[in-house]
Every structure is written in structure tokens, then in C-alpha cells.
């Protein structure tokens, strides 16, 4: 701006000069030869440069005016900026000490949700997924499990040619394929529903009464006085009845693929799955104790009598530790109102070999109940017992079954098994308090090949001996009078060794070795439908096994 001020300064100072000298010159010039006319002329031209003279001044006098605002102007914008400055400058420092403003007023809280849930991960949960609600009050689950079995009878040999049962047939057997929801509402109810679609191959015969499919489980339970100083739980429904241990232990997690047969044959009386009942059961950490009354099975046709039934159990943990336990029960049914096949009140106690790819069965009683002298009612009594320590575990019971029929002495029946397991992998079965029972093992390293953690999952040794008698004062060879209780079921003994790999807490694979032998014998002449059977002629036979079982579960 300054060097701008010179140069019009400068500029103006030397047009100036150029004009008084070129205006005076010829004045200088002329006057020497001055005339009047001549001076008047130049005086007028003189007062003409005069008057430019002055509006030169003017005009330079406007533009130091102008010079002057424009400096004011610059000077007013230099302040103006740096007040700007330091306001912006005060401005940061009040923002950088000043607190933050307040939040804005909480609005409403959003509406709660269901949400996913996922089960902790062992066997009696499953690892499974579920629906929620916000509160917990309602929740439902997907539950099932698939037991797909391979076995083979490796060698059978029929006691003698007058046996019924020459071969027992290998083959594959779906023997459980069950599909459910379970969850609960209103906080204090509970339900499950499960559905069996399994059980190919695998039906009892149709005078036993027992399903091979159909509804497992559609049962309702109210929990509300679950937080009393006695905890109480009421039960409605088709149900799996929890009597005897082994009934108590799910099929998820029992040692072999098929229960020991006297349990089998005790709880199918009054108990068992599919049964219809209703109850009331107790439990904490340490004792679990159960009242039901029970009805017939699902599926079971109405036009036979609908049988009625009673069971109790109750079991304590003498010993608990987290090494260690120990644990003792009694256990009590009866068939009160037994069901009436054909009219004529009677039950068949029956059991296959403990393997089930083949429906035959060997050792059964018959139909235990005629027009002369129907059924009155059977009662069951036995005990149960477990001791687990580390990663050993064993497990037997003892029943005994008591048949009344009318005009007839009473007949008893007895059998029981010891079983157990040695997890080699150093896991532990655990004691489930809701059931009073135990547990499958957790793998602590699962099977994961392509995780950075490589686990091959737990391993299981596991070894039974089993044995049950349907036989009652019976004598081979002796023909039993017309009015005689005698009865010649038979005696079935199974030894059973096994081996099962848990490659995480959802699967289990199970291969078993089964020596039996099956010791019946006719009890009348004709029983083997030839002329001229010998009485007390042998008909069972012996056999060994082998099963796989391929199970998931969730």
C-alpha cells in the first residue's frame, strides 16, 4: 500500500511540473513581442492552466483522501482480525476448562426382547439353543436324539432242534429317533414334548403292550415350590418315569446300549417310558425321594382295561465329594388295576437279549393271568446303589417281582446286575441331582483337529454282568398239575464288555461284545408244538454279539 503511495505521489508531483513549464514557456517566449491582444490571450490561457492546476490539486487532495480511507480501512480490518483472534482464542480456552453440557433427558427405555440362549455344555442341557424371553419367564428349546444301531449275532446255538428260536437275525435298528420342544411358562411351569419316531425292528411282542413308537414325553410341571425348605415338584402326563437308577439315568448316558434286563422287566410293569402318571418328587444336592400313580402306556389300546399303578423311590448321597461318592436307594412299585387283554386280566414278563436289532424274545412267562385265575396285581421291591471315585464308577441293583393271581400261591421272580466304567481319559461321571442319577463324562479336550488346541475327546472301559429268573416253582421234567403256579420263563445271565469314545458332549460312539446264555426249558410236553417233546427239553440257546451304536443328542 505504502509503495503504491509513492508511486502516485511521484507520478502526480512531475505531471505537474510538466505542465507549468510547458504552459509558461511560450509565456516566457511571447512576451517579449507582447502585443494587448497578445497578453490578454495569455493571460486567459495562463488563467486556463490555472484553473487545471487546481483541479489537478483537487484531484490529487481526492486521492489522498482515498489514500487515507484505505489505510483507516486496512488498520479497522488489522484490529477487527486480531479482536476475531483473540475472541476464538478466548472462545477455545472457555470450551477447553468449560464442563461438557448435559446429556438431553433420558427418553423411554426400548421395549424388552426375546433373545437366543444357549445351554451350558454337558449332556443333561445338550448345548442346546433357545428362545427366550426378556424376563425368563418363557423360554422354549428344541431337544433330540438319534440312537442308530449295528449288530450282529455273531454265533448263536439253539439248546436243542425243539427250540422255537433256531437263529437270532443281525441288522441295523434306529432305535431311537426323538424330536421335542421343551421350555417353560410363567415362570413356575414347566413342559416337554417328544415325539419317537425310532424303534424299527425293535417292537416287543404285541402281548406285552409296550410301543415300539408314538409319544415319549408330553408332560407338564408346576416348579412353584421349588424355593421351599422342601422342594416340591408336581408331574403330569406321558412321562419317563424315574424308577430304579438306571430308568433314572438318561439312554444318553447309561453304560450299554440297552438296560439290564430285570430293570427292564421291573419297570415295564407299572414304569418304564411312554407310561401315563401323575406325581410329586423332592430333591436337593443330596437326597432325591418320588410318590406317582401311573396308567397305561401311549399308544396302548383302550379296550383292554386301563391298568393302574404306584411307584416310589428314594435315594441319598451318603458320601459327596468332589473325588468321590456314594449312593443308596430303595425302590417300591405295584401294579394295582392290571390291564385286561382279551378280557382276562394278565401281564407277560419278557425281555429280549439286551440287544435289540432282533424283536425275538427268548425268556418270557407267558401270559401270566387266565379266565380261572386272572391277575390280581404284582408288586416290584428293590435296592440301588453307585460309588464313583475319580474317574472309576460302578453302579448295581437288585429287584424282586411278586405275581398274585386269583385262586393261585404267589410267584416270585429276581434278578439284578453290577456294572461299571473307567474313563481312561480322567474324566468323571457326575452326580445329577434333579434325577438322582449320574451323568455321562464331559470331554475335557474335545475332538477338534483343526483347532489350535488338538483333543481327541474321552475315552470309557465299561463292563456288566447281568442276570434275571422267570422261573417259579418249576421243575424241569416234572409235568405241573392243571392248578399249578408253576412257571418256566427262564434264565437269562449276559456278560457284556465295551468300549465308548466321547468326541465332545453331543456325541457318543459305543462298541459292545455280548456273551448270554438263555436257559429254558418246556414246561409241558406239547410246549414245543412237536408230538412226542420231551418234557424239560432245553429251548433256549447261547449267543454272542456285537453292537455299535452311533448316538447324538442335544
Not at 512576451?31 to 490561457?45: F, G, K, L, M
Not at 480456552?93 to 453440557?101: D, F, G, H, I, L
Not at 404284582?378 to 417281582?401: D, K
Request: avoid cysteine; proline fraction near 7%; hydrophobic fraction near 35%.
Amino acid at each position: 500500500m505504502h509503495a503504491v503511495q509513492r508511486f502516485r505521489r511521484g507520478h502526480l508531483g512531475r505531471h505537474a511540473a510538466v505542465v507549468l513549464v510547458t504552459a509558461f514557456a511560450p509565456v516566457a517566449a511571447a512576451a517579449q513581442s507582447a502585443t494587448p491582444d497578445r497578453i490578454d490571450a495569455i493571460e486567459r490561457h495562463i488563467r486556463q492552466l490555472e484553473g487545471e492546476l487546481q483541479g489537478l490539486k483537487r484531484e490529487l487532495g481526492n486521492t489522498r483522501q482515498q489514500l487515507r480511507q484505505s489505510q483507516r480501512d486496512t488498520e479497522q480490518a488489522r484490529a477487527q482480525a486480531q479482536q476475531a483472534t483473540q475472541a476464538a482464542s478466548q472462545a477455545q480456552a472457555r470450551v477447553a476448562v468449560a464442563p461438557p453440557p448435559p446429556p438431553p433427558p433420558p427418553g423411554p427405555p426400548p421395549k424388552p426382547a426375546p433373545h437366543v440362549v444357549q445351554t451350558a455344555g454337558n449332556q443333561t442341557a445338550g448345548n442346546r439353543l433357545g428362545l427366550e424371553s426378556a424376563d425368563g419367564r418363557y423360554s422354549i428349546y428344541p431337544t433330540g436324539r438319534l440312537h442308530f444301531d449295528v449288530g450282529d449275532y455273531l454265533n448263536y446255538q439253539p439248546a436243542s432242534k425243539f427250540a422255537a428260536v433256531q437263529d437270532l437275525n443281525s441288522g441295523v435298528n434306529a432305535r431311537r429317533a426323538r424330536l421335542g420342544v421343551t421350555g417353560k411358562f410363567a415362570g413356575d411351569w414347566a413342559y416337554t414334548f417328544i415325539y419317537d419316531l425310532g424303534g424299527s425292528s425293535d417292537g416287543f411282542p404285541s402281548t406285552s403292550g409296550a410301543p415300539t413308537s408314538g409319544i415319549q414325553i408330553a408332560e407338564l410341571t408346576y416348579t412353584g415350590f421349588n424355593r421351599g425348605p422342601v422342594p416340591l415338584f408336581f408331574d403330569i402326563g406321558y412321562m419317563d418315569t424315574q424308577f430304579t437308577i438306571e430308568q433314572a439315568t438318561s439312554t444318553n448316558d447309561i453304560l450299554f446300549p440297552e438296560r439290564p434286563a430285570i430293570q427292564v422287566v421291573a419297570s415295564n410293569i407299572f414304569a418304564d417310558d411312554f407310561r401315563s402318571g401323575m406325581g410329586v418328587r423332592s430333591n436337593n444336592e443330596r437326597y432325591w425321594a418320588g410318590l406317582y400313580l401311573t396308567g397305561p402306556q401311549s399308544g396302548a389300546t383302550h379296550n383292554t382295561g386301563e391298568q393302574v399303578g404306584t411307584w416310589g423311590r428314594a435315594t441319598y448321597q451318603i458320601l459327596q465329594d468332589a473325588d468321590y461318592s456314594l449312593h443308596l436307594g430303595g425302590d417300591a412299585g405295584a401294579l394295582l388295576k392290571p390291564p385286561a387283554p382279551g378280557g382276562i386280566r394278565s401281564i407277560i414278563l419278557s425281555d429280549r437279549p439286551e440287544i435289540r436289532v432282533d424283536p425275538t424274545a427268548i425268556l418270557s412267562t407267558g401270559a401270566l393271568g387266565t379266565a380261572a385265575n386272572p391277575l390280581q396285581n404284582a408288586v416290584v421291591y428293590g435296592v440301588e446303589g453307585a460309588a464313583s471315585w475319580r474317574n472309576l464308577y460302578v453302579q448295581g441293583e437288585y429287584y424282586h417281582i411278586d405275581v398274585n393271581r386269583q385262586g393261585l400261591a404267589s410267584n416270585g421272580f429276581d434278578g439284578g446286575y453290577i456294572e461299571g466304567s473307567w474313563i481312561m481319559t480322567g474324566e468323571q461321571r457326575k452326580y445329577l441331582p434333579a434325577t438322582g442319577a449320574y451323568t455321562n463324562p464331559v470331554p475335557d479336550h474335545p475332538l477338534a483337529p483343526w483347532d489350535d488346541m488338538w483333543g481327541y475327546g474321552a475315552f470309557e472301559l465299561v463292563g456288566r454282568y447281568s442276570t434275571i429268573n422267570l422261573n417259579d416253582h418249576f421243575t424241569p421234567g416234572v409235568a405241573p398239575a392243571a392248578t399249578s403256579n408253576a412257571v418256566g420263563g427262564g434264565k437269562q445271565t449276559v456278560y457284556a464288555l465295551g468300549v465308548n469314545w466321547y468326541p465332545n458332549s453331543n456325541v457318543r460312539f459305543m462298541l459292545d461284545f455280548l456273551h448270554g446264555d438263555i436257559n429254558k426249558k418246556f414246561s409241558t410236553a406239547a410246549g414245543g408244538g412237536i408230538t412226542g417233546t420231551p418234557l424239560g427239553t432245553p429251548v433256549g440257546g447261547q449267543f454272542d454279539a456285537l453292537l455299535m451304536r452311533s448316538q447324538f443328542a442335544f
